[in-house]
């Protein structure tokens, strides 16, 4: 039996905020982009971190020279 590689997972930061139309805005403030609307707080911060991890994995799979999916931008950026 191999011993598991071990994750390594960032900490990360997110700043929160309420519009005046009562929407909640989460801002992961470590990575670019990631910032998400939702009508709760909870539900904005699930949003914005989904962004946020999809965006490290990208990252990672850039680093490791992995290909991307057909037609998927990064998410951090426009589609193709």
Known sequence: MTNPTPLDVPRLTIKF??????????????????????????????????????TLEWEENERRGEAAPKGRARPDQEDP
């Open 17 to 54: 905020d309420v519009e005046e139309d009562g929407r909640h805005i989460a801002e992961v403030t470590d990575v670019p982009g990631a910032a998400m609307y939702g009508q709760t707080r909870f539900a904005a911060a699930r949003a914005a971190l989904t962004v946020a991890f999809k």
